[in-house]
């Protein structure tokens, strides 16, 4: 609760130093616009439903993109970790291609599937399939061997052993994995987005840009960070929180 | 007290190692954990095996586990060979292995589970394990949350659900204060008289070999061999603090001294040639 009353404060002055130098007109509204036309653009956009509809799309695509990401990178991350093979080739791949920024695949992108859906679903899961697989990987190979011990020794083998011990034991990188997947595929649309043009918060953003309106600008920047903030907060630290708490990692706080 | 029949008949071997031998390849080139152990023990019997650190104790369960293979030798359970693992020979591991992500009922339950028994009838069966080592009050707690005792206890109720007729204890005892352990050791003697399981239990602690085991093994250094064998007669319930105890351990501590130091002159002799 303290947390909370504490972070609003802060965000509150924020505004009002955003809001005391927009007074001091160093610069002209269109290049810094105050907190308050910042609101009536939220309000206009949320009014005639461009917003909604922005995040509507932004959000599908993101589901579709982050759900392929993490359903192929977990499974490619068990695969790779199950065989010293893979792991010395693929595995070095992944790695290497990790290092790429995910708008680089646009090009291919657009080669590949033309200026369609599939091609800014395709940049998202290139953005976070890379990352959920590593973490799974790391996640299977720091797995005690202890663990897998005990389970064949009580009688789990296969299948069973794999779901109800690599599996959990897995879970703390998992998750990680999963988190960081999750920021990499947001980043990875939004500038998909603003690229591509199709719809969507990316292409608002460039709209806002174009129309020299740089009080929807901040809007959907506001938005943007919203949303990534609200996802990895709620979802994903609420998880790791848990996981922690389970296992006994978490110190004395 | 029960004793062993004159003559190993052998219908009466819970387990029969013939000439077993461990060999692990490693980078410094093969190292010969264990060596030409042949072994006998009978139903029921509670045996203790002590030796220097390193000497193949764990292997030894391990191999008994069928979680890892001789390079050569047999072993056999009930006249059936040792392939692989099974419910029937459970080892307490010295790192127990407990799973954090379950908590004490969950892992009790674990083994039960994976044999496909209802969930009804695994909570019933696991909760009257747990009581049987006096943590009924727990089982809704995870792991991190309990003492190296109680952990130990978890360890064991884990071990017996599945009612395995062969238990292999490694050192199960050895991080545990003085007290604890007392109480424990009390436990698995009442355990043991309950339920006439095979014990294997390895320990570094002669002592608490003598005050458990009906027989004692003392393994040499490197490679492991069985160097010499004692059997205990003393009456239980025993003490720890009890003088003919003392004297039995003192007997067994002898020969064990001769490889520990083995151990430490092999380890001089390693940091030497570094
Ligand atoms: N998987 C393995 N690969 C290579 N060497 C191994 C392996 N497991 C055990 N060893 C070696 O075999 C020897 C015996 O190991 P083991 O764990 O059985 O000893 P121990 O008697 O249980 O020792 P401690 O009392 O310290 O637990 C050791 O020298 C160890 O380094
Ligand atoms: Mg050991």
Redesign the interface.
């Known amino acids: 609760m303290k947390r909370i009353t504490r972070q609003l404060a802060f965000y509150l002055c924020l505004v009002a130093i955003w809001q005391v130098i927009s007074d001091l007109h160093i610069w002209p509204p269109y290049l810094f616009p105050s907190p308050g036309s910042v609101l009536e653009a939220l309000q206009t956009g949320f009014a005639d439903r461009s917003f909604l509809i922005g995040i509507g799309i932004s959000l599908k695509r993101i589901a579709v993109g982050y759900g392929l990401s993490v359903l192929l990178g977990i499974g490619l991350g068990f695969l790779i970790a199950a065989s010293e093979f893979l792991e010395a080739t693929l595995g070095g791949l992944v790695l290497s291609l990790q290092s790429l920024p995910s708008l680089c695949w646009l090009p291919l992108a657009v080669l590949w599937f033309g200026l369609s859906e599939k091609a800014i679903i395709f940049v998202v899961v290139m953005g976070s399939l890379l990352s959920v697989t590593i973490n799974t990987q790391a996640g299977v190979r720091h797995v005690?061997k202890?663990?897998l011990?005990?389970?064949?020794?009580?009688?789990?083998r296969g299948l069973?052993l794999f779901l109800?011990?690599l599996l959990?034991?897995s879970?703390p990188h998992l998750v990680s994995g999963l988190k960081q997947g999750w920021a990499f595929a947001w980043r990875s649309l939004i500038s998909g987005e603003m690229i591509f043009v199709s719809l969507g918060l990316g292409h608002l953003l460039m709209m806002g840009r174009d129309l020299n309106d740089m009080s929807q600008v901040v809007a959907v920047m506001a938005i943007i960070m919203a949303i990534g903030h609200i996802v990895d907060r709620l979802l994903f630290e609420r998880l790791e929180n848990r996981?922690r708490h389970?296992?006994?990692l978490v110190g004395a706080a | 007290m029960s004793e062993i029949p004159a003559g190993p008949g052998w219908s009466q071997n819970k387990l029969r190692l013939q000439n077993v031998s461990r060999t692990f390849q490693t980078p410094r080139g093969p190292l010969t954990a264990l060596e030409d152990i042949s072994l006998e023990i009978q139903e029921g019997e509670f045996l203790c095996v002590v030796g220097p650190s390193g000497c193949g104790k764990s292997t030894l369960l391990n191999l008994i586990a069928g979680l890892d293979r001789p390079t050569s030798g047999d072993i056999w359970k009930d006249s059936a060979p040792v392939d692989g693992p099974g419910t029937d020979r459970i080892v307490i591991f010295q790192e127990l292995g407990l799973f954090p992500w379950l908590t004490v009922l969950e892992n009790v339950e674990f083994g039960l589970r994976m044999q496909g028994v209802s969930k009804a009838q695994r909570r019933e069966q696991s909760r009257r394990y747990l009581r049987m080592v006096h943590l009924s009050s727990f089982e809704s707690s995870y792991v991190h949350q309990l003492s190296g005792g109680m952990k130990q206890r978890v360890a064991l109720a884990r071990s017996l659900v599945t009612e395995p007729d062969v238990l292999l204890m490694d050192e199960p005892f050895a991080a545990l204060d003085a007290q604890t352990r007392d109480l424990l050791h009390e436990e698995m003697e009442r355990i043991w008289a309950e339920t006439r399981k095979t014990i294997v239990f390895v320990t570094h602690n002669v002592r608490e070999a003598v005050r458990l085991g009906g027989r004692v093994i003392v393994l040499s250094f490197r490679p492991g061999r069985i160097k010499s064998q004692f059997t205990i007669t003393l009456p239980r319930p025993r003490h720890l603090e009890d003088p003919e105890l003392a004297l039995t351990a003192r007997e067994v501590l002898a020969q064990l001294k001769e490889e520990i130091n083995k151990a430490v002159e092999e380890e001089f002799r390693h940091e030497e040639n570094h």
């Open positions: 005690p202890i663990y011990m005990a389970g064949r020794n009580l009688g789990a069973l109800y011990v959990p034991a879970q996981i389970k296992w006994g």
